[in-house]
């Protein structure tokens, strides 16, 4: 079943569709990420049947076996979050036609296609088995909302670049913790991983790389208290 890689792959190749396309023809733009979030939504069903029948999926990528390659995992968790996902997706597309064509009528093309790779990035989350290529992947999800978050008028730049920062640092703290497990572990499939830890969990190193993943997780979910979003300023703009 090749499935878990055409799950992360077609909307990766419809996002690249979408803007090269896009600046010959608009029109094509919306269609093209319809079928690109359709086929992954399919993609994400079929994956939850074959759970629920056959029981979890492995996949290797390119044949390589764990530690060595890149895997993906799909069990009974993360195959229903994938169908959530991508359902989501794919419902809010349509629903968002109206106010994207009236409101970047002229940047429809680098909506869509910064939509469908930011959807990418978030199955791929879900079902990598790999601790780097979720940092890769966390890093697509991530610097496609910040374009989409910049593409706004009046405060969205900046608003993006206080996003840009924060999620610099945060991805920065996570990778310097990978780093730090895979010095000690010489791994970095998730579930190799899991099986030396055992034997390593007096480990100061282990400690400290958990704890400086955590803390650039937390930052990156936004787990950090500034000005530009502070609650009280919300208030204030609301209620001047």
């Known amino acids: 079943m090749q499935a878990p890689a055409l799950l992360v792959t077609v909307p990766l190749l419809g996002a690249l569709l979408i803007s090269i396309t896009g600046r010959l023809n608009r029109k094509v733009c919306f269609p093209l990420a319809a079928v690109s979030l359709g086929v992954s939504l399919y993609l994400s069903i079929l994956l939850l049947f074959a759970v629920l029948t056959e029981g979890e999926v492995f996949y290797k990528m390119g044949g390589w076996p764990p530690p060595w390659g890149i895997s993906y995992h799909i069990d009974h968790l993360n195959a229903l979050v994938l169908v959530v996902v991508s359902l989501v997706s794919f419902v809010n597309l349509p629903a968002t036609y109206r106010y994207v064509h009236r409101d970047f009528a002229d940047r429809t ?13 978030l199955l791929g989350i879900v079902v990598t088995g790999d601790a780097f290529n979720l940092y890769v992947l966390l ?11 910049a593409m706004g008028e009046a405060e ?6 206080n996003y840009v920062l924060m ?14 497990l895979y010095i000690v572990t010489g791994s970095l499939n998730m ?5 030396l830890l ?6 100061k190193a282990v400690f400290a790389a958990f ?17 530009h979003g502070c609650p009280e300023r919300m208030f204030m703009r609301l209620h001047p």
Not at 198 to 203: E, K, R
Not at 211 to 216: H, K, L, P
């Open 139 to 149: 890093e697509i999800a991530a610097l496609t909302g910040y374009a989409l978050i």
């Open 211 to 227: 704890a400086i993943m955590m803390i650039g997780i937390w930052i990156k979910m936004a787990f950090s208290h500034y000005t």
């Open 198 to 203: 055992p034997n390593l969990y007096q480990s």
């Open 156 to 161: 969205a730049p900046l608003a993006s670049l």
């Open 109 to 121: 093309g680098p909506f869509y296609a910064l939509y469908v790779l930011m959807v990418a990035g």
């Open 167 to 180: 999620g610099t640092i945060g991805a920065s703290f996570y990778l310097l913790g990978v780093g730090y």
């Open 191 to 195: 579930w190799d991983i899991a099986s």
